[in-house]
């Protein structure tokens, strides 16, 4: 049941206040990077199949292996997947990302796809398209080669908020997401890019994408076992979010979640 915990689906769902882990930093340790071998494996035998990923367009056959450390299209969608399993819920409340997003691409007619470049969205790295019941998720090259560690981690959070248009849980139909909304604000100001208010957690679980991923980092930021790289890239893409993609901020919202705007 934890999809609709995640999604707020289920009326007696109540989110707790995401405090910082009681086991302050140094209390364990940091997980390490997997090893090549495990990656493909895990890849292989379990991620295509629990995140619907594409095989064709992925361009991976039954017997290949990717390199990892570069940028291999398979190797970064295979991390962004790994850092999801070993992101585990630290307090009862927390979210199963892995699950959850494992979950949502599995519903019917959801797809993980990549594609070089989207011809009519030549800067997107990542975007989420519906024909009819279906959604597809498309990485992009630019995707695949961003500099940012962590970036296509939390974007399958954000996409795979974006999938949820017409789709049926246990023959229940789940609430569409609201879409994004035209900036009023920030450095997208008139592009259909923002959440509507960044506000506490039992809201922020109707909003969009944004909202999702707002959500997903503050999870990293707090938890014990995420590197310093990845709680360093969660803190800098919150305040990235809090600064340019929501519209509107309910009083004390950056005071409660511990996040600052951009200067
Ligand atoms: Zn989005």
Not at 67 to 73: L, Q, S
Request: hydrophobic share 35%.
């Amino acid at each position: 049941m934890s999809l609709l915990k995640y999604y707020g689906v289920e009326q007696a769902m109540k989110l707790v206040v995401l405090v910082p882990a009681i086991c302050l930093l140094g209390c364990l340790p940091a997980l390490a990077e997997p090893s090549c071998e495990v990656l493909n494996d895990l890849y292989q035998n379990k991620y295509i199949e629990d995140f619907s990923i594409n095989r064709g367009a992925f361009d991976f056959g039954r017997e290949a292996r990717f390199d990892c450390g570069g940028f291999d299209r398979n190797f970064i969608m295979a991390r962004a997947i790994h850092d999801l399993e070993t992101l585990k819920p630290v307090k009862g409340d927390d979210p199963d990302y892995y699950s959850d997003v494992s979950q949502v691409m599995n519903l019917p007619n959801n797809m993980m796809s990549y594609v070089d470049a989207l011809v009519h969205w030549p800067d997107a790295e990542a975007r989420t398209m519906h024909e009819g019941p279906a959604s597809a998720i498309f990485y992009t090259d630019r995707m695949i080669r961003s500099r940012e560690r962590f970036r296509p981690t939390y974007s399958l959070v954000h996409e795979a908020r974006h999938t949820l248009k017409h789709k049926e849980f246990n023959g229940q139909p789940i609430p569409d997401e609201p879409g994004h909304v035209l900036c009023t604000r920030g450095k997208h100001q008139g592009k259909r890019a923002c959440d509507a208010r960044l506000s506490k957690e039992d809201e922020l679980v109707w909003g969009s994408g944004n909202s999702h991923e707002f959500l997903f980092l503050i999870f990293v930021r707090d938890h014990p076992n995420a590197s310093k790289q990845i709680r360093r890239e969660a803190r800098e893409q919150l305040s990235y979010l809090a600064t340019h993609m929501f519209n509107a901020l309910d009083p004390g919202i950056l005071h409660y979640y511990g996040v600052e705007l951009e200067r």
